[in-house]
């Protein structure tokens, strides 16, 4: 019987020193592992006006060739305060040998994607290759995202979008810092 109090032997590591190990086939996106929270502006032709937005992203492994990602988004005020939940996904980023990225991400929204890329010099590239839609979601018909370690501790991030009509152009941006 599992008991919730008990210690798994095999927690997901945040850094690459933690064990287990990351994967050898981690190698390209070893700098991603950890939590990264900040601030980014947004907008899109469908909305009223742009928009500023905090951001927390959490990359994660267990020893194996892929990794766990979670993103979390509030909306925030004139003031910087926040002033309700936003954008939730969460997903797996399959690393191949051949430093190829394919990554699956959901949303509470209805929507799934299945993105592919590469990973290369501090950099992950990702285009849609799929979206499924749930019979009630906003149409989306591709994305692009972009997430560039600047250092150690920087990791800037862009999200293009086609979507309800428009053709693929910029949605958000956002610099993020490591959390210790």
């Known amino acids: ?14 850094r690459p020193d933690d064990a287990p190990a990351p994967h050898a086939l981690l190698a390209p996106v070893i700098g ?13 032709p469908t909305l009223d ?7 927390e992203v ?17 909306l925030l005020g004139a003031d910087g305060t926040p002033l ?8 797996w980023w399959r ?7 394919e990554a699956l991400i959901t949303q509470p929204t ?3 994607e299945i993105l592919v890329g590469s990973a290369d010099a501090g950099t992950v590239d990702l285009i849609t290759h ?14 692009r995202r972009r997430y560039t370690v600047t250092d150690e501790d920087t990791l800037d991030f862009v999200h293009d979008l086609a979507a309800v009509g428009q053709p693929l152009q910029h949605h958000l941006s956002a610099r993020l810092r490591r959390k210790p």
């Open 110 to 112: 209805g929507i799934a």
């Open 84 to 91: 309700r939940p936003s954008a939730r996904e969460s997903g």
């Open 1 to 14: 019987m599992f008991d919730p109090a008990h210690k798994l032997p095999y927690p997901d590591a945040l």
């Open 49 to 55: 006006e742009e928009f500023t937005y905090a951001q």
């Open 58 to 74: 959490t990359f994660s492994h267990d020893g194996r060739p892929f990794l766990h990602y979670e993103a979390r988004a509030w």
């Open 95 to 101: 690393l191949q040998p051949d430093g190829r990225v």
């Open 32 to 44: 991603l592992l950890g939590t990264w929270a900040g601030r980014g502006r947004g907008g899109y």
């Open 130 to 143: 799929e979206v499924a839609l749930t019979p009630t979601a906003k149409e989306v018909n591709a994305t």
